[in-house]
């Protein structure tokens, strides 16, 4: 059971927009903590996509975007393409836990 | 252009320590800017933070596994590692070394090694 809640599959077809949810809590996402992304093509390492609720690494084309509202935070991809593929999870920090650090459970997009 | 790499043995046996090494490369392990940390990923599962390191050597590990993990960290050889005891089936798992930003909203992954498959099995 992870402590940021992410629904474990979502898909669209190539060219349309998709959005994958991340519902946290008052100890970590709604008490202004940072949310950031990060993308697993299979077989690889996750790469960070988002970080800071909405910013871009260089690089990250700006299909991808980030924002966060309340005690949730949402990646939304446009113009979706067959690479975009992959797992998506996000990450923040927990007050409430020593854990320090927290990650969703993770979401499949497939592209159809 | 940063780079890290896990290494060590790919098979514990049950009961035992797991012991990885990550070696970073073009860049410093000393640099204040930045923790050394640890995640793992069983097969088909999602990623759970173990631990990390500063290069102080002040540690902070994830509860549910403190009592078992030592993380350190070696200046010279700009490497860290992770020991993990009392191993399990439950412990096997891709093991990623990354290094993490620190950050006034959140700390996060900027760069991660290629992981490493650890099994443990008799």
């Known amino acids: 059971q992870s402590v940021l809640t992410q629904p474990p599959s979502v898909s669209g077809a190539p060219g349309q927009r998709v959005t994958i949810s991340c519902t946290g809590s008052?100890?970590?996402?709604?008490?202004?903590?940072?949310v950031h992304w990060y993308q697993q093509l299979p077989g690889t390492a996750p790469k960070l996509l988002i970080y800071?609720?909405?910013n871009r690494p260089s690089g990250v084309p700006d299909r991808f975007s980030g924002s966060k509202s309340g005690t949730s935070a949402s990646l939304a991809i446009t113009g979706l393409q067959a690479e975009d593929e992959a797992d998506y999870y996000c990450?923040?920090?927990?007050?409430?836990?020593?854990?320090?650090?927290?990650f969703g459970g993770g979401t499949k997009l497939t592209v159809l | 252009q940063v780079q890290l790499q896990e290494s060590g043995p790919g098979l514990v046996k049950p009961s035992q320590t797991l012991s990885l090494t990550c070696t970073v490369s073009?860049?410093?392990?000393?640099?204040?800017?930045?923790?050394w940390s640890w995640i793992r990923q069983p097969a088909g599962k999602g990623l759970e933070w173990i631990g990390r390191?500063?290069?102080?050597?002040?540690?902070n590990y994830n509860p549910s596994l403190k009592s078992r993990v030592t993380i350190s960290v070696d200046t010279s050889k700009n490497q860290f590692s992770l020991k993990l005891s009392s191993v399990t089936a439950a412990d096997t798992a891709v093991y990623y070394c990354?290094?993490?930003?620190?950050?006034?909203?959140?700390?996060?992954?900027?760069?991660w090694g290629q992981g490493t498959l650890v099994t443990v099995s008799s």
């Open positions: 990354a290094r993490e930003e620190r950050a006034p909203g959140a700390t996060r992954f900027d760069y």
């Open positions: 073009g860049g410093s392990i000393s640099s204040g800017s930045y923790y």
């Open positions: 390191i500063y290069t102080s050597g002040s540690t």
């Open positions: 008052s100890s970590n996402i709604g008490a202004g903590y940072d």
């Open positions: 800071g609720n909405s």
């Open positions: 990450q923040s920090y927990d007050s409430s836990l020593s854990a320090h650090v927290v």
